[in-house]
């Protein structure tokens, strides 16, 4: 089978946008996600996106989904040192059944000054 | 959403001997999920918690290697037993929120020596 893929590191500076970038595995996931986990912690719900949408804002968050290509971004904007962490996103595949979270392969964020 | 509230937080276990993960959730719930996070890898799903039934188990993990209990719908176990050094990894308890989002817990993270 196919995994949701993502790169693994992302380096920025502190002032500047980060995207990052996921591939996921069906086109016909209803819902997808994004996570932040920091070091020593669990994880921690950012944002999500219906499929039937291209895009969402909220506050510096913008996810844009294209559903032809299964590509999945996370663009934070005015990036802080706070922001350092790993970033999952997620997908609920159709035909996985019920309502399991496959998760990608996460990629961590540093952000330096 | 819900708060899960997941113990121990951390761990270092002989190896051959048992351990027991608790989520307890300040609000009744259908499904708990449980995860592995192998270290610097993603979320794998172990097994999907009901209520009055038994767990449902991912391809790779049985019910021998990890028993689940499942008493209430606000509480749930998961038991890594007969452990050994390829367990050390973060185990995470997750049930659906709202807005289809999914909250997990703080995560235990098991050392076995």
């Known amino acids: 089978g196919e995994d949701v893929e993502q790169s693994l590191f992302l380096s920025v500076r502190e002032g500047d946008s980060s995207v990052i970038n996921c591939t996921y595995t069906d086109s016909s996931s209803t819902y997808l996600y994004w996570y932040k986990q920091e070091p020593g912690a669990g994880l921690q719900l950012l944002t999500y996106?219906?499929?039937?949408?291209d895009m969402k804002q909220d506050q510096r968050l913008t996810v844009l989904l294209n559903k032809k290509d299964k590509h999945l971004s996370l663009r934070i904007a005015d990036t802080q040192t706070g922001d350092s962490a790993i970033y999952f996103c997620a997908e609920i595949p159709f035909t996985g059944g019920g309502n399991k979270l496959t998760f990608g392969t996460g990629t961590q964020l540093k952000v330096e000054l | 959403s819900a708060v899960i509230s997941q113990k121990p937080s951390r761990d270092i276990c002989q190896r051959g001997t048992s351990l027991t993960i608790q989520c307890q959730v300040d609000?009744?719930?259908?499904?708990m999920f449980w995860y592995r996070q192998q270290p610097g890898q993603s979320l794998t799903l172990i097994a999907t918690?009901?209520?009055?039934?038994?767990?449902?188990?991912e391809s790779g993990f049985v019910i021998d290697k990890f028993p689940i209990s499942r008493p209430n719908l606000t509480f749930s176990t998961l038991t890594v037993s007969n452990m050994s050094p390829e367990d050390s990894s973060i185990y995470l308890c997750?049930?659906?929120?709202?807005?289809?989002?999914?909250?997990f817990g703080s995560g235990t993270r098991l050392t076995v020596v």
């Open positions: 997750s049930v659906e929120g709202d807005n289809y989002g999914y909250t």
């Open positions: 609000s009744q719930v259908t499904m």
């Open positions: 996106i219906f499929s039937n949408m």
């Open positions: 918690a009901n209520q009055g039934s038994e767990a449902t188990y």
